[in-house]
């Protein structure tokens, strides 16, 4: 009959055994996702479209002092301008969401377009 002290040890070293196999087995082998030196956002809906403006990591985190001005995508015949003041890149860096309109296009009637711009990485 094997004493019951070794059998209180064995069981504590099994235990331990399959704790420590637990927690290395579960860790995370998956490489995080490389937020990318770009991002591209899509617009609000208007007069039945969008419009997408890509944004450089390195103006978000440089914040140039004359801000960006970029042109968005062409949909339905025509793009629209896309400024971002220094001060908007500052917020949006900080973690915070900024709201940017478009310049006005007049194909397919006077309209601009919003895009909800946020830090991505």
Do not use: Y
């Not at 209180?8 to 937020?35: H, R």
């Not at 450089?56 to 629209?80: C, F, K, L, Y």
Request: proline letters at 3%.
């Amino acid at each position: 009959m094997v004493p019951k002290k070794a059998l209180t040890t064995v069981a504590c070293a099994a235990f331990l055994a399959m704790l420590v196999v637990g927690m290395t087995g579960c860790s995370d082998s998956t490489t995080p996702q490389n937020p990318g030196t770009t991002k591209t956002f899509t617009s609000t809906v208007a007069n039945s479209h969008t419009h997408t403006v890509t944004i450089e990591r390195s103006d978000v985190q440089t914040m140039p002092m004359a801000g960006i001005t970029v042109t968005t995508s062409s949909n339905s015949s025509h793009t629209h301008s896309f400024a971002m003041t220094q001060a908007q890149l500052m917020a949006c860096n900080g973690g915070g969401m900024v709201m940017v309109m478009t310049g006005s296009s007049d194909v397919g009637g006077a309209h601009t377009h919003d895009f909800s711009i946020t830090k991505w990485f």
